[in-house]
């Protein structure tokens, strides 16, 4: 069995999160999600059926797909690009591709070999709403 000291929890700033802030069909601007920001929690949200057959006592559950939510809280801070970015989607009210953006989710604990300064991550598409 491992000793406890040699586990380590990962914290949140062990987690660098960017959104590509650009408009569908404009040119990738990817920022930090950082400056003013206070709270950004992951919540994948996954969804299942479940089916239960005549001859089973208990239910059988299978993921059926996953209803990807980001809670967020931030001040609105003027020059912050990713705060002035969603404002402005909040403000016009923009909906449907026009209120999507993409979010990348890196994982600064978990680096990739052989590659300075590359690290594990994700990109998820998030539609923005208030």
């Not at 920022?31 to 709270?39: D, F, P």
């Not at 059926?64 to 001040?75: A, L, V």
Request: glycine residues 4%; negative net charge.
């Amino acid at each position: 069995m491992d000793k406890e000291e040699n586990y380590e929890d990962i914290m949140s700033y062990d987690e660098a999160i960017y959104m590509d802030i650009a408009a569908p069909g404009e040119e990738s601007q990817i920022e930090l999600v950082n400056i003013g920001t206070t709270k950004f929690d992951e919540s994948s949200n996954p969804t299942e059926k479940s089916t239960q057959y005549i001859g089973q006592k208990s239910k059988t559950n299978i993921v059926t797909g996953y209803d990807n939510q980001f809670s967020m809280e931030n001040d609105l801070i003027k020059n912050v690009k990713v705060l002035e970015a969603l404002e402005k989607i909040f403000d016009r009210r923009l909906t449907g591709k026009a209120a999507q953006r993409d979010v990348f989710v890196v994982k600064l604990w978990k680096p990739i070999a052989d590659q300075a300064n590359s690290f594990e991550a994700k990109k998820i598409r998030v539609s923005c709403v208030m």
